[in-house]
């Protein structure tokens, strides 16, 4: 074999060995959430792993809503991966909405033993440790929770993250609260409101009972992508969301779900 046709084997291996991935180890490059609707008008059909994406709640009585869209998006990206989930707040959470309660999260498919729960001390601590945790391809995604107004959420801080989550493959969902939209290089933005949940048909109205949950979920930023609105649930035994109704701007009207009903489990414990 001459010595050109050995260096274009030896090429030809490596390219190989390079591009293989184990079948079962296969990743692929967006996640679905299950809704045409909304992956059509995302680019490559679903929201990108490799990329930073910011979840606000429309108001501040929309946060309990916004934490469950947020533990749903969780359950979407890591339903083919053994790998946890870090979620990190700080050691005083940024809102007065309590720590997160293992059995409503449990209750929308994400198990608390999934997740790793970090508590650094200030905003610029909550953003060092996301942006270590995406080095370390240790998590199937990083989940950070920050006041949108805090100083520390800059467009450098943000850009931080969107290239930690490049280089790792990992998908970054940062819950900025009920602020207004920021300075940010986020791939996505998603506004979620409250709406009431399902009617389930085999019970009676007076029990109370809560059905699938529901959100009006707008997406005011789509980087190479279009911005739409719909309101959507969600199915734990599928682990996908699903369309209600759909509306064609974020304008439409909605229900606005009551702000304290006992007979859902919350996603946050305050006491």
């Given amino acids: 074999m001459s010595p050109a046709s050995k260096e274009h084997l030896i090429a030809e291996l490596k390219a190989r060995i390079a591009g293989h991935t184990p079948v079962a180890g296969r990743i692929t490059p967006v996640f679905s959430l299950g809704v045409p609707e909304i992956d059509g008008v995302l680019p490559e059909g679903g929201m990108k792993r490799g990329a930073l994406h910011e979840v606000a709640a429309a108001a501040y009585r929309d946060m309990g809503a916004a934490t469950g869209?947020?533990?749903?998006?969780?359950?979407?990206?890591?339903?083919?991966?053994?790998?946890?989930?870090?979620?990190?707040?700080?050691?005083?959470?940024?809102?007065?909405?309590?720590?997160?309660?293992?059995?409503?999260?449990?209750?929308?498919?994400?198990?608390?033993?999934?997740?790793?729960?970090?508590?650094?001390?200030?905003?610029?601590?909550?953003?060092?440790?996301?942006?270590?945790?995406?080095?370390?391809?240790?998590?199937?995604?990083?989940?950070?929770?920050l006041d949108g107004r805090s100083s520390a959420l800059s467009l450098t801080a943000t850009r931080r993250l969107q290239l930690a989550a490049e280089a790792s493959g990992?998908?970054?969902?940062?819950?900025?609260?009920?602020?207004?939209?920021?300075?940010?290089?986020?791939?996505?933005?998603?506004?979620?409101?409250?709406?009431?949940?399902?009617?389930?048909?085999?019970?009676?109205?007076?029990?109370?009972?809560?059905?699938?949950?529901?959100?009006?979920?707008?997406?005011?930023?789509?980087?190479?992508?279009?911005?739409?609105?719909?309101?959507?649930?969600?199915?734990?035994?599928?682990?996908?969301?699903?369309?209600?109704?759909?509306?064609?701007d974020a304008s439409s009207e909605r229900n606005v779900a009551p702000l304290h009903d006992p007979a859902v489990i919350p996603f946050r414990q305050t006491a």
Wanted: glycine share 8%; with cysteine; aromatic share 8%.
């Fill in 170 to 248: 990992t998908p970054v969902l940062l819950f900025t609260g009920h602020a207004k939209e920021g300075a940010s290089v986020a791939v996505t933005r998603w506004r979620v409101a409250s709406v009431p949940s399902a009617v389930l048909s085999h019970v009676e109205e007076k029990e109370m009972l809560p059905g699938a949950a529901r959100w009006h979920v707008a997406l005011t930023r789509s980087r190479g992508g279009q911005s739409g609105s719909w309101l959507v649930g969600w199915n734990t035994m599928e682990v996908a969301f699903s369309a209600v109704a759909w509306t064609a």
């Fill in 69 to 145: 869209f947020l533990a749903s998006l969780a359950v979407c990206v890591s339903r083919h991966s053994a790998l946890p989930v870090l979620w990190c707040e700080t050691v005083r959470p940024p809102y007065d909405m309590g720590r997160l309660y293992g059995p409503g999260l449990s209750a929308f498919g994400l198990e608390p033993q999934r997740i790793v729960l970090a508590l650094p001390p200030g905003d610029a601590d909550c953003l060092w440790v996301m942006e270590e945790a995406l080095h370390s391809h240790a998590f199937a995604a990083v989940i950070g929770e």
